[in-house]
C-alpha cells in the first residue's frame, strides 16, 4: 500500500471519528447503514457465474448518478485481476469494452438504472463457492477512487451473468 493510500485510509478515520464526536456514534452507525444499503442495490447478488470464457458478474445500477471512470480495477480475492483479461459491458454499448481501454480521454460511463455485465478470463482455476470481489473505479471528475465490495457464491455456468 503507497503512502497516498494510506493518507486517505487515515484522513477517512479522522473524519468517521469527527462525526461521531460531533453527531454521536449513532450517525455513523446510520451512515454505514446506508453505505451498505448503497452496495446492495449496486451488485446483483447471485448473478457471479461461470460463463464461456471465464467468470461474470452484474450491477443493476440503481438511480443515483454512477458517473464517468477513467480507469477500472478488479480484485478478486484480494488479487488483483489483470485488466488485460477483464471486460465490463454497459447497457447500450455494442460491445464490451476491456480494462486497458478505459482511460481520460475514453472514459467508462455506466448507465444509470441498467443493467452492467463484467466479464473476466484467466478463472479456469477458480474453485466453486465464496468469493470476495472488489471493483474500483476512479472517477473523472473527483480525484478519489470509488469502490465496491461484496461476497458471493461462484455459481454454475450460463449464457451471460
Do not use: K
Not at 4 to 14: A, G, N, Q, Y
Not at 80 to 85: G, K, Q, V, W
Not at 151 to 157: F, I, K, R
Amino acid at each position: 500500500m503507497g503512502m497516498s493510500h494510506l493518507r486517505i485510509d487515515l484522513s477517512l478515520v479522522r473524519q468517521g471519528l469527527s462525526v461521531g464526536w460531533e453527531f454521536g456514534l449513532r450517525s455513523l452507525e446510520d451512515l454505514g447503514s446506508f453505505g451498505e444499503m448503497l452496495q446492495h442495490s449496486v451488485y446483483e447478488a447471485g448473478s457471479f457465474r461461470r460463463v464461456p470464457g471465464g467468470v461474470g458478474f452484474v450491477f443493476r445500477n440503481p438511480p443515483l448518478r454512477m458517473g464517468a471512470f477513467s480507469a477500472v480495477r478488479l480484485f478478486l480475492d484480494g488479487q488483483r485481476h489483470p485488466d488485460a483479461c477483464a471486460w465490463v459491458h454497459p447497457a447500450g454499448v455494442a460491445r464490451a469494452i476491456g480494462f486497458p481501454e478505459v482511460g481520460v480521454e475514453t472514459p467508462l460511463v455506466i448507465p444509470v438504472g441498467q443493467r452492467t455485465h463484467f466479464f473476466l478470463s484467466g478463472t479456469e482455476a477458480l474453485r466453486d463457492g465464496a468469493h470476495e470481489i472488489r471493483l474500483e473505479l476512479q472517477s473523472v471528475a473527483i480525484p478519489p477512487v470509488v469502490w465496491f465490495s461484496f461476497d458471493d457464491e461462484l455459481a454454475p455456468s450460463s449464457e451471460r451473468p
